[in-house]
């Protein structure tokens, strides 16, 4: 009787689920996790099974469809329950943001495999291998178990041939993974450091106790914190358990994926923007049918579809992107620990600059706390100069001492990148008359000029215009360009070094993924001298050859009106430094500023992360901000500036009613920095709190006051632990 009746969520924006009957023919097939197509309303559309209630909530129930699809694991399930409460988001809306959109049958590819037939051993069947080649391959094999025919470049048919007729290996034909990234020759794994072994033998430890726990990573950049991943990965295939490796999107390069192919073959799946949705939907399918042990991909992978995972890993977890700035606003890391939670899995978070709430939860032993203190092969870390740009001519946007380093690197062939964290030719159009910038008419903030298209863009709704003749506000005519973007940089650079290959990398210069691909591979060829862009090169990438990297401008990111510059500059600045001298020949780095003393520009001068965060913790418990208090953020838009503004105060007067005891904050209403956007005006309020759970009801009576006063009219928008609060 119970199973005749099925609760089902749709991904619907109302926070309920819906009940329907089950046909006779289907009622063995279902369970929870299930994906099934229900009719709703005049449409139909994809839903998933929830559980079965005894009971029906009405008489007259329409029917289940069909079957769609393999049922979501169970901890998944578990997890979008988790996070529709905890991100206070429609609980149907968020199943259907784990599942991906296309996900259909499609024919799967087939391709060959050999494999080692016994695990050959001294006195076994190792004797009947002759030659150094097939030595070789049977090592690879001994340590990689299974490797797809193309991937075996190096060796001859007749090497594979000898060792199949010898009885040692066997050739198989299975499907392929879509995404294969082509053709890698296998690398028997380095030998690991003391500090790398002792961290992989700590993961293992945990990952084979089976129960849940979470380590913090802190290894400075090119400490081997990847060798460490791909150690601790390596163990888990053995017991038959899936590791999930997030990135972000930016660190998916070539270079990347290859570590992880060259290791692990076709057992692989990569979950990265540049998928079709037939091949993300084909990785999918492979990951749910145990053809993988290990996906790899940006901050929706943490669903990936393993039955049974057992191992988390969080690379670069300082990283904001791993917040979904739209519709389910989840910070996949924090994701990532409850999914690691649910299953009694091991979520591993690394980073050289950790976010202050990670390194916050190690010091407080909610974390394990696992650190490498040294580059590999003791290489030391680059020299840091920093060079107080007040001092330099105003116009001027090298210091002689970066130039004259440039110009050695060029002299001896060496790279160098630069930071800029700023697109366009310059920041901004100003009129000389009044002092006003040319703003976007839909955004507040202010246009900035690309020289190619020779017209002013705006950087948040990409509005294109021609620079005007006279000022909008007072009709000047004396109009200016104000500061100095990528572009600029790029032309003046070009005009100091006419011979030296330079190259921009940032979204206008590169667009889409095979570009940005293409780019790193011409650095990793040396075919480039000089990088130049914005934080896009800063990331993760390991080009030997640069020994030099200059930070033009670290000012960019420490005025702005967001508890976390000082925290951002800091990152930014590290991690770029942490690209200077990872191959033979040591590193340099040359930060110019306006703020020499700004303790995070001194930190980061000293590769010194510990001394930093017990600046800035001392400030966060201050005015107690995270980590040390939870904040959610209530955001109202509405394309009428009144509208928004009053439906803030109707949120604050419930708010405020009910706000007792000590300990709770509420800050606002105000104009969010960015006052408005895409048309849109917007007001926000912040909930400070050291507890979630007297925040998050205010917030839902918040949200529950204006939805009753103005229904649609008005947007309210929930962010709970808000990164972006511009
Ligand atoms: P991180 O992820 O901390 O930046 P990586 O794992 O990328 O560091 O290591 C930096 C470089 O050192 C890579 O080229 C990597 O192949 C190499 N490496 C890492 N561990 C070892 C090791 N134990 N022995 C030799 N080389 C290593
Ligand atoms: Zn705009």
Same mark, same amino acid.
């Given at each position: 009787?119970?199973?005749?009746?099925?609760?089902?969520?749709?991904?619907?924006?109302?926070?309920?689920?819906?009940?329907?009957?089950?046909?006779?023919?289907?009622?063995?097939?279902?369970?929870?996790?299930?994906?099934?197509?229900?009719?709703?309303?005049?449409?139909?559309?994809?839903?998933?099974?929830?559980?079965?209630?005894?009971?029906?909530?009405?008489?007259?129930?329409?029917?289940?469809?069909?079957?769609?699809?393999?049922?979501?694991?169970?901890?998944?399930?578990?997890?979008?329950?988790?996070?529709?409460?905890?991100?206070?988001?429609?609980?149907?809306?968020?199943?259907?943001?784990?599942?991906?959109?296309?996900?259909?049958?499609?024919?799967?590819?087939?391709?060959?495999?050999?494999?080692?037939?016994?695990?050959?051993?001294?006195?076994?069947?190792?004797? =009947?291998?002759? /030659?150094?080649?097939? %030595?070789? #391959?049977?090592?690879? @094999?001994? $340590? +990689? &178990?299974?490797?797809?025919?193309?991937?075996?470049?190096?060796?001859?048919?007749?090497?594979?041939?000898?060792?199949?007729?010898?009885?040692?290996?066997?050739?198989?034909?299975?499907?392929?993974?879509?995404?294969?990234?082509?053709?890698?020759?296998?690398?028997?794994?380095?030998?690991?450091?003391?500090?790398?072994?002792?961290?992989?033998?700590?993961?293992?430890?945990?990952?084979?106790?089976?129960?849940?726990?979470?380590?913090?990573?802190?290894?400075?950049?090119?400490?081997?914190?990847?060798?460490?991943?791909?150690?601790?990965?390596?163990?888990?295939?053995?017991?038959?358990?899936?590791?999930?490796?997030?990135?972000?999107?930016?660190?998916?390069?070539?270079?990347?994926?290859?570590?992880?192919? =060259?290791?692990? /073959?076709?057992?692989? %799946?990569? #979950?990265?923007?540049? @998928?079709? $949705? +037939? &091949?993300?939907?084909?990785?999918?399918?492979?990951?749910?049918?145990?053809?993988?042990?290990?996906?790899?991909?940006?901050?929706?992978?943490?669903?990936?579809?393993?039955?049974?995972?057992?191992?988390?890993?969080?690379?670069?977890?300082?990283?904001?992107?791993?917040?979904?700035?739209?519709?389910?606003?989840?910070?996949?890391?924090?994701?990532?620990?409850?999914?690691?939670?649910?299953?009694?899995?091991?979520?591993?978070?690394?980073?050289?600059?950790?976010?202050?709430?990670?390194?916050?939860?190690?010091?407080?032993?909610?974390?394990?706390?696992?650190?490498?203190?040294?580059?590999?092969?003791?290489?030391?870390?680059?020299?840091?100069?920093?060079?107080?740009?007040?001092?330099?001519?105003?116009?001027?946007?090298?210091?002689?001492?970066?130039?004259?380093?440039?110009?050695?690197?060029?002299?001896?062939?060496?790279?160098?990148?630069?930071?800029?964290?700023?697109?366009?030719?310059?920041?901004?159009?100003?009129?000389?008359?009044?002092?006003?910038?040319?703003?976007?008419?839909?955004?507040?903030?202010?246009?900035?000029?690309?020289?190619?298209?020779?017209?002013?863009?705006?950087?948040?709704?990409?509005?294109?215009?021609?620079?005007?003749?006279?000022?909008?506000?007072?009709?000047?005519?004396?109009?200016?360009?104000?500061?100095?973007?990528?572009?600029?940089?790029?032309?003046?650079?070009?005009?100091?070094?006419?011979?030296?290959?330079?190259?921009?990398?940032?979204?206008?210069?590169?667009?889409?993924?095979?570009?940005?691909?293409?780019?790193?591979?011409?650095?990793?060829?040396?075919?480039?001298?000089?990088?130049?862009?914005?934080?896009?090169?800063?990331?993760?990438?390991?080009?030997?050859?640069?020994?030099?990297?200059?930070?033009?401008?670290?000012?960019?990111?420490?005025?702005?009106?967001?508890?976390?510059?000082?925290?951002?500059?800091?990152?930014?600045?590290?991690?770029?430094?942490?690209?200077?001298?990872?191959?033979?020949?040591?590193?340099?780095?040359?930060?110019?500023?306006?703020?020499?003393?700004?303790?995070?520009?001194?930190?980061?001068?000293?590769?010194?992360?510990?001394?930093?965060?017990?600046?800035?913790?001392?400030?966060?418990?201050?005015?107690?901000?995270?980590?040390?208090?939870?904040?959610?953020?209530?955001?109202?838009?509405?394309?009428?500036?009144?509208?928004?503004?009053?439906?803030?105060?109707?949120?604050?007067?419930?708010?405020?009613?009910?706000?007792?005891?000590?300990?709770?904050?509420?800050?606002?209403?105000?104009?969010?920095?960015?006052?408005?956007?895409?048309?849109?005006?917007?007001?926000?309020?912040?909930?400070?709190?050291?507890?979630?759970?007297?925040?998050?009801?205010?917030?839902?009576?918040?949200?529950?006051?204006?939805?009753?006063?103005?229904?649609?009219?008005?947007?309210?928008?929930?962010?709970?632990?808000?990164?972006?609060?511009?």
């Amino acid at each position: 009787m119970s199973n005749l009746i099925v609760d089902i969520a749709v991904g619907v924006s109302v926070n309920k689920t819906f009940h329907y009957r089950v046909p006779e023919e289907m009622q063995g097939d279902l369970v929870p996790g299930s994906r099934v197509l229900v009719p709703f309303g005049s449409r139909r559309i994809p839903g998933t099974v929830m559980g079965f209630p005894g009971r029906a909530e009405a008489a007259d129930l329409k029917s289940v469809i069909k079957v769609l699809d393999n049922p979501l694991p169970c901890d998944l399930l578990e997890l979008a329950r988790w996070m529709s409460d905890y991100y206070m988001y429609p609980l149907g809306q968020t199943v259907e943001s784990v599942v991906p959109k296309a996900l259909f049958r499609a024919k799967p590819k087939k391709k060959k495999y050999v494999r080692l037939l016994t695990n050959p051993s001294p006195g076994g069947k190792r004797d =009947r291998v002759r /030659g150094k080649k097939q %030595a070789e #391959l049977v090592c690879l @094999l001994s $340590d +990689r &178990e299974e490797m797809s025919i193309d991937e075996l470049g190096a060796f001859s048919a007749q090497t594979v041939k000898s060792l199949r007729e010898a009885g040692i290996i066997e050739v198989l034909e299975r499907e392929a993974a879509a995404s294969a990234p082509g053709e890698f020759t296998p690398t028997i794994p380095p030998e690991l450091m003391t500090e790398q072994r002792e961290a992989v033998r700590r993961i293992d430890e945990a990952v084979s106790s089976g129960s849940f726990g979470v380590f913090l990573l802190h290894g400075v950049t090119g400490s081997g914190k990847t060798e460490v991943y791909l150690h601790a990965i390596k163990q888990l295939a053995g017991v038959g358990k899936g590791a999930i490796v997030l990135a972000p999107e930016i660190a998916l390069t070539p270079q990347l994926l290859s570590r992880f192919c =060259r290791r692990f /073959g076709d057992r692989v %799946a990569v #979950l990265h923007s540049g @998928l079709t $949705d +037939r &091949e993300r939907a084909d990785e999918y399918r492979r990951i749910q049918t145990g053809r993988v042990d290990v996906a790899i991909g940006a901050r929706s992978a943490v669903f990936a579809p393993f039955e049974n995972v057992g191992l988390i890993i969080v690379d670069e977890e300082h990283e904001n992107s791993y917040k979904q700035d739209e519709g389910l606003r989840y910070h996949a890391r924090d994701v990532a620990i409850m999914r690691a939670k649910f299953r009694n899995a091991v979520a591993v978070l690394g980073s050289a600059t950790p976010s202050l709430e990670s390194y916050y939860n190690a010091m407080n032993n909610k974390y394990q706390y696992l650190r490498l203190e040294r580059r590999v092969d003791h290489r030391p870390m680059p020299a840091v100069e920093i060079i107080d740009v007040k001092a330099l001519p105003k116009q001027e946007l090298y210091s002689p001492r970066l130039l004259s380093d440039i110009r050695q690197r060029l002299e001896k062939n060496e790279q160098t990148l630069l930071l800029l964290n700023r697109r366009g030719f310059s920041s901004v159009l100003i009129c000389r008359e009044c002092g006003a910038a040319i703003k976007c008419p839909s955004c507040s903030v202010s246009l900035t000029y690309h020289k190619p298209e020779q017209k002013l863009k705006c950087h948040y709704c990409g509005h294109l215009t021609r620079p005007p003749d006279k000022c909008p506000g007072c009709g000047g005519i004396e109009l200016a360009l104000i500061g100095s973007g990528t572009q600029k940089i790029e032309e003046e650079l070009q005009a100091f070094f006419p011979a030296a290959r330079l190259r921009r990398m940032d979204s206008d210069a590169v667009k889409g993924k095979q570009a940005y691909d293409e780019l790193l591979r011409q650095v990793d060829r040396r075919e480039v001298d000089i990088l130049l862009g914005t934080q896009m090169i800063a990331k993760g990438h390991d080009f030997p050859a640069v020994t030099l990297v200059g930070v033009v401008d670290a000012d960019v990111g420490l005025n702005l009106p967001d508890f976390r510059s000082a925290e951002k500059t800091f990152q930014l600045i590290t991690q770029a430094a942490g690209r200077a001298g990872r191959g033979e020949t040591s590193g340099e780095v040359i930060i110019q500023t306006m703020n020499p003393n700004h303790y995070s520009i001194q930190h980061s001068r000293t590769h010194d992360y510990e001394g930093f965060y017990n600046e800035e913790i001392v400030f966060r418990t201050e005015l107690g901000y995270p980590p040390i208090g939870r904040i959610i953020k209530l955001e109202f838009k509405s394309p009428q500036e009144s509208l928004a503004a009053e439906a803030a105060k109707t949120a604050q007067n419930r708010i405020s009613k009910l706000m007792r005891g000590k300990g709770t904050v509420l800050l606002g209403p105000a104009p969010a920095p960015l006052s408005r956007l895409r048309g849109q005006y917007r007001f926000q309020l912040l909930l400070l709190s050291q507890k979630r759970e007297a925040i998050r009801s205010l917030a839902i009576e918040g949200r529950n006051a204006v939805e009753e006063k103005f229904g649609r009219k008005c947007k309210v928008i929930v962010d709970v632990d808000p990164i972006n609060l511009m």
